[in-house]
Nanobody, 122 residues
Framework: QVQPVESGGGLVQTGDSLNLSCVLG????????MGWSRQAPGKEREFVAG????????TYDDSVEGRFTISTDNAKTTLYLQMNSLKPEDTAVYHC???????????????WGQGTQVTVSA
């Protein structure tokens, strides 16, 4: 059985919280940044949050600033996205990815998982 790359999604109500996880494995080799993006049905993929390899710098889309927090474990094997105060507009499939440098352009990241579905009901 193949272990999913991203996990932690689910169906929640407005105002609830979720903590997404992403198994990075050795995909961060020679990469300097990791990030999360999301894609809702019929919409383009959009950047959510990114973090540098050292963890010293993070960046967020304005729509999630102050509500979401990106982080990694000390071994840099797992990427997290703590999502608080969820809104219906946060509903999407969330993917994790790695990039050569920190960027708010979701196209700069390489993705390899199926994503995890987050659904926020009104």
């Amino acid at each position: 059985q193949v272990q999913p790359v991203e996990s932690g999604g689910g169906l929640v109500q407005t105002g609830d919280s979720l903590n997404l996880s992403c198994v990075l494995g050795d995909r961060t080799r020679n990469r300097n940044a990791m990030g999360w993006s999301r894609q809702a049905p019929g919409k383009e993929r959009e950047f959510v949050a990114g973090i540098t390899w050292t963890g010293g710098t993070t960046t967020y889309d304005d729509s999630v600033e102050g509500r979401f927090t990106i982080s990694t474990d000390n071994a840099k094997t797992t990427l997290y996205l703590q999502m608080n105060s969820l809104k219906p507009e946060d509903t999407a499939v969330y993917h994790c990815g790695v990039a050569g440098r920190l960027s708010a352009d979701p196209r700069m990241y390489d993705y390899w998982g199926q994503g995890t579905q987050v659904t926020v009901s009104a």
